[in-house]
């Protein structure tokens, strides 16, 4: 028996880390990282790092410099060395895209070439699990197990972490109980948490349908503007209670509302791309320049709880193709594709007209 954290554990505490502000430690057999979240990062802890290595630098995704004219010889990222005189106000212009055309960078950045980028990359993958902006600031340490135990920081083993970063973590049914709607009394809310002290996601189970058919089922992401405060930007609320609406008259149908904000980006970071869509961007190209891709989502959690519910077919409320084929490939059938065309206005029209040209949604 020991009390000492697991590797899912740890993780969950280098994000929260991570989103405080404070550096983790991330190891590689003898090489190793501090690293800290470009976003949360203040001047003082970056003149501690400074003061351990002339080596700093900030990671970042290869879309975020691909706007910055920064080469990525990391393939999916770059290592941007940090000039000696740069403070926290050009870490942030590195990171964020707010003032890229207002006040452009002035470059030319330069790249790093030697040594690995495989710390750097998780120290990106962390920074997207934490929903904070992929930027990373790094530098190297020598002796990581003593550093990360005298500061009393997280420390992550790369061999370690690999796995848990691109498997999902399970989750567990916590409870359910009655839910009258106004669609159909015969409402009831599950939750579902996982392991990982991740985003808690929901299932809404209208009647009770037959286990042994294809169910009337929607995944829907979660959009808090668009389904709580009514935005015109998007088609969420007006499909959300469609798909409701629709399962309600039916009697019997499942929606998985899915803790996804934004695509998988979170609030902030979504709130970050409207503000470069007002400055002409459209939604994909906002993601890019912010070093996301297009869609972060992993929708293998809504197979999961449709298998944990005892579903393995449905009838998917759904305009995107990308949604269906993860269904199937992820063991649930799909008996029928049901379009969910409500809520456009002229206001969201160029946002699906994208979404249609860009993402392969079927208008
Ligand atoms: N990053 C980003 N996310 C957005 C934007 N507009 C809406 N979203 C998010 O997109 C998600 C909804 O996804 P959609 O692509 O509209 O729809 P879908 O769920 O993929 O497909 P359907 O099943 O046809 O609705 C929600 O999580 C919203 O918060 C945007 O401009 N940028
Ligand atoms: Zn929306």
Excluded at 42 to 56: G, H, N, Y
């Amino acid at each position: 028996m020991t009390l000492l954290p697991d590797i899912t554990e740890l993780l969950a505490r280098a994000r929260a880390d991570l989103r405080m502000g404070l550096p983790v430690v991330l190891q590689d057999g003898p090489d190793a990282l501090l690293a800290a979240s470009a976003e949360t990062l203040d001047a003082r802890r970056l003149a501690a790092m400074r003061a351990l290595s002339p080596e700093l630098t900030v990671a970042i995704t290869a879309r975020r410099a691909e706007t910055l004219k920064a080469r990525a010889y990391d393939g999916d990222l770059a290592r941007i060395n940090v000039p000696a005189e740069a403070g926290l106000t050009w870490i942030s212009a590195l990171a964020d895209p707010e003032d890229d055309l207002a006040t452009p960078m002035k470059g030319p950045l330069a790249s790093r070439r030697e040594g690995g980028a495989a710390l750097h990359r998780l120290g990106i993958q962390l920074a997207k699990s934490a929903r904070l902006l992929p930027a990373m600031v790094t530098v190297p340490l020598a002796d990581a197990t003593a550093f990360a135990r005298d500061n009393g920081l997280t420390r992550i083993s790369l061999a370690a972490a690999q796995d848990h970063l691109t498997d999902r973590s399970p989750l567990h049914p916590v409870v359910n109980a009655r839910l009258p709607l106004s669609v159909s009394e015969a409402g009831r809310l599950h939750i579902f948490r996982p392991e990982d002290g991740g985003e808690e996601h929901y299932a809404v189970e209208i009647g009770r349908p037959d286990r042994a058919k294809p169910v009337l089922a929607r995944l829907h992401s979660a959009c808090f503007t668009g389904d709580l405060l009514g935005s015109l930007k998007c088609d969420c609320g007006p499909q959300l209670r469609a798909a409701l609406q629709h399962m309600g008259d039916e009697g019997a149908g499942v929606l998985l509302y899915l803790n996804q904000e934004g695509r998988g980006i979170g609030l902030a970071n979504k709130m970050r791309a409207y503000a470069l869509q007002d400055q002409g961007f459209d939604t994909v190209e906002a993601n890019h320049r912010l070093g996301f891709e297009d869609d972060e989502r992993d929708f293998r959690l809504g197979a999961d709880i449709l298998k944990s519910m005892g579903f393995s077919s449905v009838r998917l409320l759904t305009n995107n193709p990308a949604k269906v084929a993860m269904m199937e490939k992820t063991g649930i059938k799909v008996a029928e594709r049901v379009p969910l065309k409500v809520g456009l206005n002229p206001l969201n029209a160029k946002y699906l007209d994208t979404k249609a040209k860009k993402s392969g949604h079927i208008l």
